[in-house]
Protein backbone atom coordinates (compact mmCIF):
# COMPACT_ATOMS: atom_id res chain seq x y z
CA UNK A 1 0.00 0.00 0.00
CA UNK A 2 1.37 3.57 -1.03
CA UNK A 3 0.22 6.95 -1.14
CA UNK A 4 1.87 9.98 -2.54
CA UNK A 5 1.48 14.36 -1.06
CA UNK A 6 -0.37 16.34 -3.04
CA UNK A 7 2.82 17.19 -5.27
CA UNK A 8 3.35 13.56 -6.39
CA UNK A 9 7.11 14.08 -5.35
CA UNK A 10 7.40 12.29 -2.02
CA UNK A 11 5.73 8.84 -1.64
CA UNK A 12 5.23 6.38 1.73
CA UNK A 13 4.72 2.59 1.39
CA UNK A 14 4.65 -0.38 3.33
CA UNK A 15 7.98 -2.60 3.47
CA UNK A 16 7.99 -6.21 4.97
CA UNK A 17 10.54 -8.33 5.23
CA UNK A 18 12.04 -11.22 3.38
CA UNK A 19 10.29 -14.84 4.33
CA UNK A 20 13.83 -15.36 6.56
CA UNK A 21 13.00 -12.45 8.88
CA UNK A 22 9.26 -13.60 9.81
CA UNK A 23 10.33 -12.38 13.61
CA UNK A 24 10.74 -9.03 12.56
CA UNK A 25 7.40 -6.93 11.72
CA UNK A 26 6.11 -4.36 8.53
CA UNK A 27 7.64 -0.74 8.61
CA UNK A 28 6.89 2.21 6.56
CA UNK A 29 9.22 3.76 4.40
CA UNK A 30 9.77 7.37 2.29
CA UNK A 31 11.27 8.26 -0.58
CA UNK A 32 11.86 11.15 -2.22
CA UNK A 33 11.60 12.24 -5.81
CA UNK A 34 14.66 14.14 -7.29
CA UNK A 35 15.62 14.92 -11.03
CA UNK A 36 12.76 12.42 -12.35
CA UNK A 37 14.09 9.30 -9.89
CA UNK A 38 12.99 8.24 -6.44
CA UNK A 39 15.64 8.82 -3.71
CA UNK A 40 16.59 5.95 -1.44
CA UNK A 41 13.57 4.55 0.48
CA UNK A 42 14.22 6.25 4.46
CA UNK A 43 12.84 4.08 7.27
CA UNK A 44 10.36 5.97 9.35
CA UNK A 45 10.93 5.26 13.16
CA UNK A 46 7.27 4.91 14.03
CA UNK A 47 7.84 1.73 16.59
CA UNK A 48 9.59 0.29 19.74
CA UNK A 49 9.79 -3.36 18.97
CA UNK A 50 11.07 -5.11 15.80
CA UNK A 51 7.62 -7.58 16.00
CA UNK A 52 5.46 -4.60 15.64
CA UNK A 53 3.69 -3.90 12.34
CA UNK A 54 3.31 -0.57 10.74
CA UNK A 55 1.87 -0.21 7.81
CA UNK A 56 -1.23 1.24 5.09
CA UNK A 57 0.37 4.89 5.05
CA UNK A 58 -1.75 7.51 4.16
CA UNK A 59 -0.62 11.02 4.00
CA UNK A 60 -2.99 14.44 4.70
CA UNK A 61 -3.62 16.87 2.32
CA UNK A 62 -0.39 19.48 3.79
CA UNK A 63 1.87 16.80 4.00
CA UNK A 64 1.88 17.51 7.98
CA UNK A 65 -0.01 14.00 9.34
CA UNK A 66 0.86 10.13 8.61
CA UNK A 67 -2.09 8.14 9.20
CA UNK A 68 -1.50 4.36 10.01
CA UNK A 69 -2.00 1.09 10.98
CA UNK A 70 -0.35 -0.66 13.47
CA UNK A 71 -0.47 -3.53 15.77
CA UNK A 72 1.87 -1.74 18.39
CA UNK A 73 1.52 -1.81 22.11
CA UNK A 74 -0.74 -0.07 24.12
CA UNK A 75 -4.02 -0.26 21.47
CA UNK A 76 -7.22 -1.35 21.98
CA UNK A 77 -6.66 -4.98 19.91
CA UNK A 78 -5.84 -6.19 16.80
CA UNK A 79 -4.48 -3.45 14.18
CA UNK A 80 -5.61 0.17 15.58
CA UNK A 81 -4.79 3.35 13.41
CA UNK A 82 -2.63 6.17 14.55
CA UNK A 83 -1.45 9.09 13.65
CA UNK A 84 2.10 11.09 13.79
CA UNK A 85 2.49 14.31 12.98
CA UNK A 86 5.46 16.02 11.24
CA UNK A 87 7.40 18.51 13.45
CA UNK A 88 9.50 21.99 12.56
CA UNK A 89 12.35 19.86 12.62
CA UNK A 90 11.33 17.41 10.33
CA UNK A 91 11.11 14.10 12.64
CA UNK A 92 7.89 12.31 12.97
CA UNK A 93 5.95 12.77 16.47
CA UNK A 94 5.31 9.40 18.98
CA UNK A 95 2.63 7.74 17.20
CA UNK A 96 -0.98 8.32 18.42
CA UNK A 97 -3.92 6.31 18.81
CA UNK A 98 -6.98 7.20 16.90
CA UNK A 99 -9.11 6.55 20.09
CA UNK A 100 -12.07 3.90 21.21
CA UNK A 101 -14.61 5.69 18.39
CA UNK A 102 -12.86 4.55 15.61
CA UNK A 103 -10.72 1.79 17.25
CA UNK A 104 -11.80 -1.32 18.52
CA UNK A 105 -10.35 -5.18 20.46
CA UNK A 106 -10.68 -6.55 16.43
CA UNK A 107 -8.66 -4.77 13.50
CA UNK A 108 -8.98 -1.43 11.71
CA UNK A 109 -6.73 -0.83 8.96
CA UNK A 110 -6.61 0.53 5.25
CA UNK A 111 -6.69 4.28 6.20
CA UNK A 112 -8.00 7.11 3.67
CA UNK A 113 -7.90 10.38 4.43
CA UNK A 114 -9.69 12.57 1.91
CA UNK A 115 -8.15 15.62 0.09
CA UNK A 116 -10.80 17.31 2.35
CA UNK A 117 -8.42 16.83 5.30
CA UNK A 118 -12.09 16.04 7.02
CA UNK A 119 -13.34 12.46 6.05
CA UNK A 120 -11.73 9.11 7.30
CA UNK A 121 -12.32 6.34 5.69
CA UNK A 122 -11.32 2.94 6.88
CA UNK A 123 -11.86 -0.84 6.54
CA UNK A 124 -13.10 -2.69 10.27
CA UNK A 125 -14.32 -5.84 11.39
CA UNK A 126 -14.68 -4.65 14.55
CA UNK A 127 -17.86 -2.69 14.16
CA UNK A 128 -20.90 -3.82 13.57
CA UNK A 129 -21.38 -4.82 9.98
CA UNK A 130 -22.16 -6.97 6.94
CA UNK A 131 -19.07 -9.50 6.85
CA UNK A 132 -15.69 -9.93 7.70
CA UNK A 133 -14.42 -6.35 7.12
CA UNK A 134 -16.36 -3.64 5.94
CA UNK A 135 -16.24 0.15 4.95
CA UNK A 136 -16.41 2.94 7.29
CA UNK A 137 -15.90 6.87 7.39
CA UNK A 138 -15.84 9.43 10.22
CA UNK A 139 -15.73 12.97 10.02
CA UNK A 140 -13.15 15.90 12.08
CA UNK A 141 -14.79 18.65 13.50
CA UNK A 142 -14.14 22.46 13.97
CA UNK A 143 -12.20 21.14 16.76
CA UNK A 144 -10.14 18.14 15.17
CA UNK A 145 -12.52 15.44 17.13
CA UNK A 146 -13.17 12.51 14.76
CA UNK A 147 -17.09 11.63 14.77
CA UNK A 148 -18.16 8.30 15.22
CA UNK A 149 -18.01 5.90 12.37
CA UNK A 150 -20.81 5.04 9.68
CA UNK A 151 -20.90 1.89 8.12
CA UNK A 152 -21.18 2.70 4.11
CA UNK A 153 -23.60 -0.04 3.53
CA UNK A 154 -25.05 -2.35 1.31
CA UNK A 155 -23.98 -3.19 -1.76
CA UNK A 156 -21.08 -1.47 -1.09
CA UNK A 157 -20.74 -3.88 1.86
CA UNK A 158 -21.14 -7.62 2.07
CA UNK A 159 -20.45 -10.94 3.70
CA UNK A 160 -17.43 -11.18 1.82
CA UNK A 161 -14.00 -9.04 2.67
CA UNK A 162 -13.50 -5.19 1.47
CA UNK A 163 -10.44 -3.69 2.20
CA UNK A 164 -8.85 -0.77 0.48
CA UNK A 165 -10.82 2.38 -0.69
CA UNK A 166 -9.39 5.31 -2.47
CA UNK A 167 -11.89 8.44 -3.72
CA UNK A 168 -11.60 11.33 -6.25
CA UNK A 169 -10.83 14.69 -5.32
CA UNK A 170 -14.14 15.71 -6.31
CA UNK A 171 -15.99 13.07 -3.61
CA UNK A 172 -17.97 11.40 -6.71
CA UNK A 173 -16.05 8.13 -7.16
CA UNK A 174 -14.45 5.19 -5.17
CA UNK A 175 -12.27 2.48 -5.97
CA UNK A 176 -12.71 -0.53 -3.57
CA UNK A 177 -10.98 -3.86 -3.31
CA UNK A 178 -13.56 -6.86 -2.80
CA UNK A 179 -14.11 -10.65 -2.67
CA UNK A 180 -17.47 -11.25 -4.34
CA UNK A 181 -19.00 -14.51 -5.92
CA UNK A 182 -18.74 -12.36 -9.34
CA UNK A 183 -15.87 -11.63 -9.63
CA UNK A 184 -12.58 -12.59 -11.24
CA UNK A 185 -10.99 -14.94 -8.18
CA UNK A 186 -10.10 -13.65 -4.83
CA UNK A 187 -9.40 -9.46 -4.39
CA UNK A 188 -10.99 -7.91 -7.13
CA UNK A 189 -10.73 -4.01 -7.63
CA UNK A 190 -14.47 -2.30 -7.97
CA UNK A 191 -15.71 1.28 -9.03
CA UNK A 192 -18.84 2.76 -7.42
CA UNK A 193 -20.39 6.21 -7.36
CA UNK A 194 -20.39 7.53 -4.04
CA UNK A 195 -24.43 8.39 -2.54
CA UNK A 196 -24.48 12.24 -1.49
CA UNK A 197 -24.87 11.25 1.93
CA UNK A 198 -21.63 9.58 2.35
CA UNK A 199 -19.87 11.83 0.28
CA UNK A 200 -16.52 14.51 1.24
CA UNK A 201 -16.46 17.79 1.17
CA UNK A 202 -15.69 18.43 -2.44
CA UNK A 203 -12.07 20.27 -3.09
CA UNK A 204 -10.27 20.86 -6.18
CA UNK A 205 -6.67 21.53 -6.46
CA UNK A 206 -4.66 25.23 -6.43
CA UNK A 207 -1.40 25.01 -8.55
CA UNK A 208 0.80 27.87 -9.18
CA UNK A 209 4.36 28.67 -9.81
CA UNK A 210 6.49 31.47 -8.52
CA UNK A 211 8.78 33.66 -10.69
CA UNK A 212 11.58 36.60 -10.56
CA UNK A 213 9.43 39.09 -12.01
CA UNK A 214 12.72 40.73 -14.05
CA UNK A 215 14.64 37.55 -14.79
CA UNK A 216 11.72 34.79 -14.77
CA UNK A 217 14.09 32.19 -12.98
CA UNK A 218 11.67 29.84 -10.79
CA UNK A 219 12.18 30.86 -6.92
CA UNK A 220 11.36 28.93 -3.86
CA UNK A 221 8.94 30.44 -1.21
CA UNK A 222 6.79 30.54 1.55
CA UNK A 223 3.00 30.82 0.64
CA UNK A 224 0.64 30.75 2.68
CA UNK A 225 -3.42 30.33 2.01
CA UNK A 226 -6.07 31.70 3.86
CA UNK A 227 -9.94 31.41 3.79
CA UNK A 228 -11.56 34.73 3.58
CA UNK A 229 -14.82 33.75 5.21
CA UNK A 230 -13.34 33.03 9.01
CA UNK A 231 -9.48 34.28 8.44
CA UNK A 232 -8.61 30.95 8.55
CA UNK A 233 -4.91 29.71 7.51
CA UNK A 234 -5.03 26.38 5.42
CA UNK A 235 -1.56 25.12 5.48
CA UNK A 236 0.72 26.68 7.89
CA UNK A 237 2.85 27.47 5.55
CA UNK A 238 3.42 26.08 1.66
CA UNK A 239 6.64 25.84 -0.13
CA UNK A 240 7.01 25.88 -3.78
CA UNK A 241 9.65 23.85 -5.55
CA UNK A 242 13.27 25.38 -5.59
CA UNK A 243 13.99 23.74 -9.79
CA UNK A 244 10.61 24.40 -11.22
CA UNK A 245 8.80 27.28 -8.47
CA UNK A 246 5.47 24.85 -8.46
CA UNK A 247 3.40 24.31 -5.62
CA UNK A 248 0.15 22.27 -5.49
CA UNK A 249 -2.35 22.38 -2.52
CA UNK A 250 -6.08 20.75 -2.31
CA UNK A 251 -8.51 23.51 -1.32
CA UNK A 252 -12.46 23.22 -0.87
CA UNK A 253 -14.76 24.84 -3.41
CA UNK A 254 -17.34 27.11 -3.07
CA UNK A 255 -15.11 30.18 -1.22
CA UNK A 256 -12.82 33.35 -1.38
CA UNK A 257 -9.44 32.82 -0.80
CA UNK A 258 -6.32 35.08 -0.03
CA UNK A 259 -2.95 34.06 -1.12
CA UNK A 260 0.50 35.94 0.30
CA UNK A 261 3.68 34.92 -0.85
CA UNK A 262 7.14 36.10 1.02
CA UNK A 263 10.81 35.75 -0.33
CA UNK A 264 13.78 37.42 1.43
CA UNK A 265 15.18 40.52 -0.76
CA UNK A 266 11.39 40.45 -2.62
CA UNK A 267 8.64 42.44 -2.01
CA UNK A 268 5.55 40.87 -0.34
CA UNK A 269 3.18 39.62 -2.29
CA UNK A 270 -0.81 38.81 -1.67
CA UNK A 271 -4.04 38.55 -3.83
CA UNK A 272 -7.44 37.52 -3.62
CA UNK A 273 -8.80 34.79 -5.91
CA UNK A 274 -12.51 33.11 -5.78
CA UNK A 275 -13.89 29.42 -6.17
CA UNK A 276 -17.20 30.45 -5.54
CA UNK A 277 -18.13 29.64 -8.88
CA UNK A 278 -15.16 27.58 -10.02
CA UNK A 279 -16.40 23.91 -11.86
CA UNK A 280 -13.58 23.04 -14.09
CA UNK A 281 -12.74 19.54 -13.00
CA UNK A 282 -8.63 20.70 -13.79
CA UNK A 283 -6.78 22.79 -11.07
CA UNK A 284 -7.18 26.13 -10.35
CA UNK A 285 -4.04 28.05 -12.24
CA UNK A 286 -2.06 31.06 -10.15
CA UNK A 287 1.23 32.11 -11.53
CA UNK A 288 3.19 35.02 -9.20
CA UNK A 289 6.14 37.23 -10.06
CA UNK A 290 7.64 38.93 -7.17
CA UNK A 291 9.34 41.95 -7.45
CA UNK A 292 13.28 42.83 -6.12
CA UNK A 293 13.24 45.10 -3.11
CA UNK A 294 14.68 48.43 -5.18
CA UNK A 295 14.04 51.85 -4.19
CA UNK A 296 11.24 53.62 -5.78
CA UNK A 297 9.65 49.86 -6.35
CA UNK A 298 5.79 49.47 -5.13
CA UNK A 299 3.55 46.91 -4.68
CA UNK A 300 -0.31 46.78 -4.65
CA UNK A 301 -1.58 44.67 -1.54
CA UNK A 302 -4.85 42.49 -2.92
CA UNK A 303 -6.16 41.27 0.70
CA UNK A 304 -6.46 44.15 2.97
CA UNK A 305 -9.88 43.36 4.80
CA UNK A 306 -11.22 45.87 7.01
CA UNK A 307 -14.79 47.33 8.46
CA UNK A 308 -15.30 50.32 6.14
CA UNK A 309 -15.66 53.96 8.42
Known sequence: TMCFDSRGKTMWFTRCPSEDKMRLGCDIYMAEMKGGNFDEPVLLKLKDHDSTNVGHPCISPDGKSLIFASDMAGGYGGLDIYKTT???DYTWSKPENLGPKINTEKDEERPFIHPDDKTLY???DGHPGFGHADFFY?????????????????????PGEEIGICITTDGNTAYIGSERPEGKGGMDIYKFELDESVQPQHVTYIKGRVFDE????????????????NGGNLY?????????????????????YACQVSKEGYLFYSANFSLKNFTKNEPYQLDIYLKKIEVGKSVVLNNIFFEVN
Do not use: H
Request: hydrophobic share 35%.
Open 214 to 229: MTKAPIKTNIQLFDIS
Open 236 to 256: GSLTSDNSSGEFLATIPYGND
Open 86 to 88: LGD
Open 122 to 124: FSS
Open 138 to 158: CKRDAAGNWGAPVNLGFPINT
